[in-house]
């Protein structure tokens, strides 16, 4: 565990259990919820893929506008 990880532990062993069930159900959440953008990244990789080749293909075709 690397020092400020462990730093921010020691810190939380100092409050009150409510507190320590609060912050622990806060992060576990943040941790779910990462999970869940990282599954949702790695989906998306196929169509965002297919869109930026469209995208390219239509700029190099002249078939864009500036956007200024």
Do not use: C
Not at 25 to 41: H, M, N, S, T
Not at 42 to 66: H, I, N, V, W
Request: no cysteine.
């Amino acid at each position: 565990m690397v020092r400020s990880l462990q730093d921010a532990f020691d810190h939380i062993r100092q409050m009150p259990p409510e507190q320590q069930e609060e912050f622990a159900a806060f992060i576990l959440e943040e941790l779910k919820a990462e999970d869940r953008w990282q599954a949702a990244l790695e989906r998306s990789q196929g169509p965002l893929t297919s869109m930026a080749d469209e995208a390219l293909g239509e700029y190099r075709r002249g078939e864009t506008k500036p956007l200024n």
